[in-house]
């Protein structure tokens, strides 16, 4: 059985004040819509844990019924960290659950294809992760002002989610982030903590995360449907 834990308790700060990126309306429907509907459909995917702010628990069971999901979920309030919302989502998932994905909620446009191959590599490896090769010319700055160096950006790769992951192995990782008092960026950080590896799953479509409101009309585009 493999649950989805989709992390949707952000604040999202850098959208600008008083403005919820998760809620905002894109291509006919909120942004964690689009990334709660593909998790409905991954024929992989059994059962939905969406981790929330306290007190947005009606608004999301409103969402479920507005735009008809039809998997088994469940809503678990979020943590004072990102790593603290997955531990709660963790503790929430079905018995039987072998395998967990863990999404961003702000990443709308995440394919089926992605979430089935991250969900075949974690279950070879024990945690697998999208991503995509950096193409971009990589400098190092020291001030912050100007250029010290190049970086060699042929090993280097920008990760993203679907994160997935056994479920004893997450929950080891990140018990051993949490004895440490470490803040993590990704989970996959964590597995580095215990040695495990980490299976990398090319990201071979657009997989956007809505972090500024620039994003927000290159996801839309995205997500309208073909013409």
Request: glycine letters at 6%; a positive charge.
């Amino acid at each position: 059985m493999t649950s989805a834990i989709i992390v949707a308790a952000g604040k999202g700060t850098r959208m600008g004040a008083n403005r919820d990126k998760l809620w905002l309306e894109v291509a006919g429907r909120p942004v964690v819509a689009h990334a709660w509907k593909q998790f409905d459909l991954a024929a992989d995917i059994h059962e939905i844990i969406l981790v929330v702010r306290e007190g947005m628990q009606p608004h999301f069971a409103a969402l479920a019924g507005k735009f008809g999901f039809q998997k088994p979920f469940r809503l678990v309030a979020g943590g004072a960290e990102r790593q603290d919302s997955v531990w709660n989502g963790l503790a929430a998932v079905a018995p039987g659950t072998r395998l967990v994905a863990i999404q961003d909620a702000a990443r709308p446009c995440t394919s089926i294809d992605l979430i089935a191959a991250t969900i075949q590599a974690a279950q070879a490896t024990g945690a697998a992760v999208a991503a995509q090769r950096v193409t971009d010319s990589i400098k190092a700055s020291d001030d912050g002002k100007t250029i010290a160096r190049t970086v060699d950006r042929s090993n280097l790769w920008s990760v993203q989610t679907p994160q997935t992951f056994r479920l004893e192995v997450i929950r080891r990782a990140l018990a051993a982030a949490r004895d440490r008092n470490l803040k993590l960026t990704d989970d996959t950080a964590a597995c580095e903590l215990i040695g495990q590896p980490v299976e990398l799953v090319p990201s071979h479509a657009p997989n956007p995360k809505v972090t500024v409101p620039a994003d927000l009309p290159f996801i839309e585009s995205l997500l309208q449907p073909a013409r």
